[in-house]
């Protein structure tokens, strides 16, 4: 069973900070996405990365692959209490299907004004 | 364009009963994904329906669940006799070609409730 580990679990930060999650798996994906999901709403896909070392910004937010396709980071800068909610990695092309998302449980992020 | 739509966005069932999800995908998306998202979990694939056909349904449960998308109107979940283990968010997902090749949408969920 492929696992994709995310920490910190729950990240509680004041207006201005910067902040990383992290996302680590034992496993090799074809690529990775990263999603924001508000409470009750369905997952919103934030950027997906493909290439090992791959590093693509949106904004204020920073995101890399790693080399072996196996790990993902997600740097904020100067953190805004819009960007409050739950960031979710999730691996494709795992187990020999190139559809199903393998996702990790997501860091909940609480930016406080 | 709407996007996937999902419905109800809260079922509340008694044990025993039957719960159907619906979910109508993005216009012109073919390929309709379920995922579950128990509380404090990660989501969980659970079956990758094409019109008419259930391409993969390793992450279903074998009993009391079922899914179909037929060729004419929106994918359904159904699960027969539910438990309070059934309880969870249930996300439909949607794509213009095979997920891994074109990006998938999400609904915003169904949060059933078993009692």
């Known amino acids: 069973t492929q696992l994709l580990e995310q920490s910190p679990q729950f990240l509680s930060i004041q207006e201005g900070e910067n902040l990383t999650v992290y996302c680590n798996s034992s496993?090799?994906?074809?690529?990775l996405q990263w999603y924001r999901q508000e409470p009750g709403e369905g997952p919103v896909l934030l950027v997906t990365v493909v290439t090992g070392g791959e590093v693509k910004k949106l904004k204020r937010l920073t995101f890399q692959f790693g080399d072996a396709r196996k790990d993902s980071s997600l740097h904020i800068t100067a953190a805004q209490p819009g960007d409050t909610g739950l960031y979710l990695c999730a691996g494709e092309g795992g187990g020999g299907s190139n559809y199903k998302l393998t996702f990790g449980k997501g860091t909940l992020l609480t930016v406080n004004p | 364009n709407a996007g996937v739509m999902q419905n109800p966005r809260h079922l509340v069932r008694r044990r025993g009963q039957e719960a159907r999800l619906r979910c109508s995908p993005m216009k012109g998306h073919s390929h309709v994904y379920w995922y579950r998202q128990l509380p404090e979990e990660g989501l969980k694939f659970m079956v990758y329906?094409?019109?008419?056909?259930?391409?993969?349904e390793s992450g279903m449960p074998k009993e009391r669940f079922s899914a179909e998308f037929p060729k004419e109107g929106p994918s359904i979940l159904r699960i027969q006799q539910v438990v309070r283990g059934d309880s969870a968010a249930y996300f439909c997902?949607?794509?213009?070609?095979?997920?891994?090749?074109?990006?998938?949408?999400f609904g915003q969920g169904t949060r059933l409730t078993v009692v």
């Open positions: 329906l094409q019109k008419e056909n259930i391409i993969d």
């Open positions: 997902a949607s794509s213009l070609g095979t997920a891994g090749t074109t990006e998938a949408f």
């Open positions: 496993s090799v994906f074809s690529s």
